[in-house]
């Protein structure tokens, strides 16, 4: 198993430019999750999905799109791309239900720059 | 508003000694609270966790207590050794919706 992949690991972005980070799992997990992380900022939720077909926003949604097509992939879009999305940008799965399936995955995370 | 707070930015620890990295939540409905511990430039890794109906978890050399009462969290790490320098997140998750919300990180320095 890969677990959760993040692609691109880097990627610098003009003011304006929109792109897509793109995030599989193959853990067949039902919840998938977007966190980015801010220097000293922790990890803030962007958004998530509880399922196919089901999207909810978290702490910090503004700018960004999300869309959950098949279990495995959780893209994540800018439209827009503004300098306060630069960031270190996570995406995360988990199993519903209790003990170790709370336990949530992590990838390797996507370093995007706006300049 | 923040929901999960770690108020120490950083702290330092003699290797072989006892860790101590403390977590603070605000809301009531949390009933699954966990850590995570973070390396430069990889993704956070599960450690532990604790359900709100138990006061105490243990893996190993990782301890988890909850006091639900004054919704505080700790982590304690015995003995604490070089590997164990790393950023560690607390988070926290209801089951109503399932979001899970990190605190801000504490970085953990092991000394020799």
């Known amino acids: 198993n890969a677990g959760v992949t993040q692609t691109p690991k880097f990627r610098i972005l003009k003011i304006g430019q929109s792109m897509t980070l793109q995030c599989a799992q193959d853990m067949n997990h039902n919840y998938m999750y977007w966190y980015r992380q801010d220097p000293g900022m922790g990890l803030k939720l962007i958004y998530y999905s509880v399922g196919a077909g089901i999207t909810d926003k978290g702490e910090v949604p503004n700018g960004y799109n999300v869309s959950r097509s098949t279990t495995e992939d959780f893209p994540l879009r800018l439209e827009l791309a503004a300098p306060s999305q630069t960031s270190v940008y996570f995406c995360?799965?988990?199993?519903?239900?209790?003990?170790?399936?709370?336990?949530?995955?992590f990838g390797q995370g996507t370093r995007l720059t706006v300049v | 508003d923040q929901q999960v707070k770690q108020n120490s930015p950083s702290l330092s620890v003699q290797e072989g000694r006892i860790s101590i990295l403390n977590c603070d939540y605000t809301n009531s409905m949390f009933d699954y609270f966990l850590w995570y511990k973070k390396y430069p430039a990889e993704g956070p890794t599960f450690l532990i966790s604790?359900?709100?109906?138990?006061d105490k978890n243990e893996d190993g050399r990782f301890t988890v207590f909850l006091n639900k009462s004054a919704k505080h969290l700790s982590l304690h790490i015995v003995p604490s050794q070089p590997g164990d320098s790393a950023v560690y997140f607390c988070a926290a998750s209801a089951r109503r919706d399932d979001k899970i919300i990190f605190g801000k990180g504490t970085r953990l320095h092991i000394l020799p």
């Open positions: 604790i359900s709100s109906i138990k």
């Open positions: 995360a799965s988990k199993l519903r239900g209790s003990g170790s399936g709370v336990r949530a995955f």
